[in-house]
Each structure stands twice: as C-alpha cells, then as structure tokens.
Antibody, heavy 121, light 109 residues
Framework: QVQLQESGPGLMKPSQTLSLTCSVS??????????WTWFRQQPGKGLEWIGYIHFIGTTHYNPSLQSRATISADTSKNQFSLKLASVTAADTAVYYCARDRRGSTWSFDHWGQGTLVIVSS | SYVLTQPPSVSVAPGQTAIITCGGKNIGKKSVHWYHQKPGQAPVLLVYDDSDRPSGIPERFSGSNSGNTATLTISRVEAGDEADYYC????????????FGGGTKLAVL
C-alpha cells in the first residue's frame, strides 16, 4: 500500500532554510496523476496547506508562503521535497506530506506520520 | 480566501450522536471533506466529497452539505472517537486552493 515518510532536521536556527523530504513507497510518483502535497500544523493550531507538486511537475503554493516555499520532486528516488527559506519561530510546526485521493475533489487519503521542526536560536 | 468556520468544541455522551458543523459561504456548492486527528497522529480522511467514505471508515461517520453549512454526523459515539475534527474544501476561486476549518475538539463525556 501507499506509504509516505517525512524526514527533516528537527531543530533549526532562525534565518536558515528548512529542507524536508517525503519518501514515497508502494507506488511510483511517475505512474499516477496525483498531487503530492505538503501541510503543516503549528503547535496547538489547525492544519495549513503549504503547496503541491503535480506528477507532471507543476507546483502551486499557499499565497502566504509562496515567497519562501519551493517544492520539488526526484522521481528517480520516488521522493518530493519542501524547502522553506528564512525560517522564524513561527515556522515551528509538525510538517506532513500527503497525497490526494483520486476521484475526489482534492481530499487527501494518504499522509505521512509528520515530522516536528523546531526553529529556535 | 475562503473561510470555513467550525465550533471549537462539541461534547457528547457515549452512544449518542455527535454533530459537527462547518460553515462557509455557499459551501453547498463545494465538495467538503472531513478528517479526524488524534493526538500525535496524522489526520485521517473520514468523509470525502460531502458524503462518501473511504474503505475502512465505519458507517457511523456520515456527512451532508447544503446551503451555508456542511455537517459531519457521528452515530453511536465511542470513547475512541475523541479527537480533533477538521473540514476541508478546495477553493478554485482563489490561489489558496486547499482550505481547512479551524477544527472541532470532540469530547466524549
């Protein structure tokens, strides 16, 4: 079955660039017309959409993060990544990668377990 | 961007029915999805496209959507249903494509 697994630095300092990777197993990212997506959840807060990369390579971002976020894919490794520049304490969150459910209007039925990123000096 | 409004909390006794609402302007014209999230875990899709359930989700979870309110109904509530519940839509009228409600904490008394 499809599984997603995030990996990242855990602890960062302000102004650094956050780099997260989502490893996909059970399906080839190239073979399915899916939107590979990043979300985050700040401590005690709700879910926030960061952006996606489509299997053909197009990307789209939350306007509030667009200037700092970059999502890319390495299909040879069956991975996709998120880079978030110039992080601050406000970027402290659990970051999730997910895949949309085929045939639905943008619901997400496969999620990684999440990875906590703490930004602190 | 599109705004979804959920009550912060809902309380229900075991065996009773919980109703969680999600308000939005003309939300009945959109497809609404529902997730629950238990502490320390990733969200789980419960209902998609207003009222469909992924395989493995009990029939106790059902959804409806009309006018300005979408509703998630949980029948025969169990202690294990205690979680945060989120509604979500795709807003193709703005650049902010994926929108979540603020979440509702379901407390099972």
């Amino acid at each position: 079955q499809v599984q997603l697994q995030e990996s990242g630095p855990g602890l960062m300092k302000p102004s650094q660039t956050l780099s997260l990777t989502c490893s996909v197993s059970g399906v080839s990212m190239n073979s399915d017309a899916h939107y590979w997506t990043w979300f985050r959840q700040q401590p005690g807060k709700g879910l926030e959409w960061i952006g996606y990369i489509h299997f053909i390579g197009t990307t789209h971002y939350n306007p509030s993060l667009q200037s700092r976020a970059t999502i890319s894919a390495d299909t040879s490794k069956n991975q996709f990544s998120l880079k978030l520049a110039s992080v601050t304490a406000a970027d402290t969150a659990v970051y999730y990668c997910a895949r949309d459910r085929r045939g639905s209007t943008w619901s997400f039925d496969h999620w990684g377990q999440g990875t906590l990123v703490i930004v602190s000096s | 961007s599109y705004v979804l409004t959920q009550p912060p909390s809902v309380s229900v006794a075991p065996g009773q029915t919980a109703i969680i609402t999600c308000g939005g302007k003309n939300i009945g014209k959109k497809s609404v999805h529902w997730y629950h999230q238990k502490p320390g875990q990733a969200p789980v899709l419960l209902v998609y496209d207003d009222s469909d359930r992924p395989s493995g989700i009990p029939e106790r979870f059902s959804g409806s959507n009309s006018g300005n309110t979408a509703t998630l109904t949980i029948s025969r509530v169990e202690a294990g249903d205690e979680a945060d519940y989120y509604c979500q839509v795709w807003d193709n009228n703005s650049q902010h494509l994926v929108v979540f409600g603020g979440g509702t904490k379901l407390a099972v008394l």
